[in-house]
DNA sequence: GGTGTTGCGTGCAAGTCGCACGCGCTTCTC
DNA sequence: GAGAAGCGCGTGCGACTTGCACGCAACACC
């Protein structure tokens, strides 16, 4: 069991993380090389929409997590790009499914591409054991909290 | 040494971890209770003070990952709220350095220990080496991009 | 059929972000 | 030493983001 030295080291290295200047590191040279449409707020939706399928705005936001107003104004940003497609959805004529588009599909293909190969590289000393240590580390830290939801379909785009 | 499926689980599981709900949960509840002054975007800034030292506002910027002008806005907030104070540098008139009161180191402790109580219970049914190795792996993750700097200072504030 | 609820998209106000400017100080050059 | 060039700082400003609140259409329940 964990103690609390563990947890104050792990609070400082997430802190670390999670400043705008790692998360930038990791992400912006990417996400500067992509389409039209596609950027640091719009690749979230893009994504999410690939792992989750067709979704309501509302429950994209949630997955997200920003206010279902952005979720809808960044669609209309991927829709203008050809990206996404708007559809009504069948069984309730209030809600409209966003769905990648084919294009949109080999965009989230290609820059999670283009974002595997750097992280490959970034990782390529490390012993396979400290790379998968790492990657469920961060699974159990983010599924955790959690506790409020029940599904938890994890389907890959 | 790692193989590219590795990377593309740590593509995912990081992408997930840096999506802005996630993010959220680990900070905001704490955040949300911190005193006047103390914000998702002035807390990366007293914290970045704490592990620096009394540093210059561009030094700061770049180290957070902001805009020296947020750095400079974020520090008057600081600066209203007790926190923080700011000197002429002795050695250069020009500069200004900024520097924690005992009351906003007080704060920075406080609100690290709460952060680190939080975790804590999160990881508490782990065992040891998986919290070990997730903080090494973000660490080798965050150490690695830095390769255009050469110092790298790590006091504890 | 009427009433409350739900999902959507937009208007709007507050806040954020980064560029660009002007001012004061330092450093370099002669 | 004196002038010029460079640097650090703080602020004005415009573009953008963010979340709340509203109105509209469609569903659900009685």
């Known amino acids: 069991m964990a103690d609390t030295g563990l947890a ?23 996400l500067d090389s992509a ?3 596609v950027d640091r707020q719009t690749y979230p939706v893009l994504s999410g ?9 509302a429950r994209l936001a949630d997955e997200v997590g ?13 829709e203008s790009a050809g ?7 069948p069984r309730d ?3 409209t499914l966003l769905a990648l588009t084919p294009e949109g599909h080999a965009t989230v293909v290609k820059l999670r591409d283009t974002l595997t190969r750097h992280l490959a590289y970034r990782i390529a000393d490390w012993p396979d054991w ?5 990657i469920d580390g961060i699974r159990l830290l983010i599924d955790e909290p959690r506790e409020g939801r029940e599904e938890q379909e994890e389907g890959v785009g």
């Open 66 to 78: 920003i206010d279902r107003s952005g979720a809808s104004r960044y669609a209309d940003r991927l």
């Open 35 to 37: 389409p039209t449409g």
């Open 49 to 57: 929409l690939a792992r989750l399928g067709p979704q309501s705005a």
């Open 8 to 30: 104050r080291d792990l609070e400082q290295a997430l802190g670390q993380l999670l400043l705008r200047r790692n998360r930038s590191a990791l992400y912006d040279a990417v």
């Open 130 to 134: 400290q790379a998968q240590a790492l």
């Open 83 to 89: 990206l996404l497609e708007r559809s009504p959805d």
């Open 93 to 95: 004529r209030r809600a």
